[in-house]
Nanobody, 121 residues
């Protein structure tokens, strides 16, 4: 089994910054992709940013220039630096990982339980 544990959410004023962290643990052979998604009330979960084990990053247009994803393969961690927060950034942020638990096993999606980000205007 694989666990993803997030930290760093909270209440921040608009224009402020926040750093989210996620650590993967458990029976892991390799993690191909790690990333962050978010879900606001009444809306679908959306991709914010992802990064491959090779360091190739992708992010949503709505957060480009404000959000930065970084990953430490050795530690099994992925961070999301959020700058210039806007009220529309308020959501539950979920850590994501695409994992192989065995060398020749299948790729499996794993999700963290989510961390709340609240933005006050």
């Amino acid at each position: 089994q694989v666990q993803l544990v997030e930290s760093g959410g909270g209440l921040v004023q608009a224009g402020g910054s926040l750093r989210l962290s996620c650590t993967a643990s458990g029976s892991i052979s390799s993690i191909l992709v790690m990333g962050w998604y978010r879900q606001a009330p009444g809306k679908q979960r959306e991709m914010i940013a992802t990064v491959t084990s090779g360091g190739s990053a992708n992010s949503a247009d709505s957060v480009k220039g404000r959000f930065t994803i970084s990953r430490d393969n050795a530690k099994g961690t992925v961070d999301l630096q959020i700058n210039n927060l806007k009220p529309e950034d308020a959501a539950v942020y979920f850590c994501y990982a695409l994992v192989k638990t065995r060398l020749l096993g299948p790729l499996v999606d794993y999700w963290g339980q989510g961390t709340q980000v609240t933005v006050s205007s």
